[in-house]
């Protein structure tokens, strides 16, 4: 009488070990994808938004722009923008809630919201998307990193001289 496959093939305790490890890696691996696909977050520019919009109303967008210096209003907690792409199509923002601490001109802005049939985006979140490139205390005139440093520059007081 011949012994059954399953017990011969798994018999060895070494065997089955291995066979353990390869499930717990192949479940490790894809949870470890399906985490790192989910976290991916695209968005569009409001060049791309204009394009879209006819077809898709009422429809969730993510968004990402720079603040247009100018368009920023503030009725308590409820906030009016424009938004502006690298090619400088602009939209309007709506937004009600808790800016942001970097909120304010030539930021550049991640927004999550639903819009309107006249392109208007109704915000329900803002993330502030930091710069890549390193900026210090001086900067080219007419750049947008001299547009940021505009706000953040303050004087220095001078240090008490030693005797």
Request: a neutral charge.
């Amino acid at each position: 009488m011949a012994t059954p496959l399953s017990s011969t093939v798994f018999s060895s305790r070494r065997t089955r070990l291995v066979l353990l490890l390869l499930v717990a890696t192949g479940a490790i691996g894809l949870l470890a994808f399906k985490a790192a696909s989910s976290s991916v977050s695209y968005y569009v520019t409001p060049e791309e938004f204009a394009q879209q919009i006819g077809s898709k109303t009422d429809a969730r967008w993510r968004v990402g722009g720079r603040v247009v210096d100018g368009t920023i209003k503030q009725d308590g907690k409820v906030v009016s923008f424009d938004i502006a792409g690298e090619h400088g199509e602009q939209m309007s923002v709506t937004y009600s809630g808790v800016l942001p601490n970097l909120f304010g001109p030539s930021a550049f802005l991640v927004i999550d919201g639903t819009s309107d049939r006249s392109g208007h985006l109704n915000a329900s979140s803002m993330v502030i998307k930091h710069e890549n490139e390193f900026i210090s205390g001086t900067a080219e005139p007419g750049t947008t990193s001299s547009d940021i440093l505009k706000g953040l520059a303050s004087p220095t007081p001078a240090a008490p001289a030693r005797p």
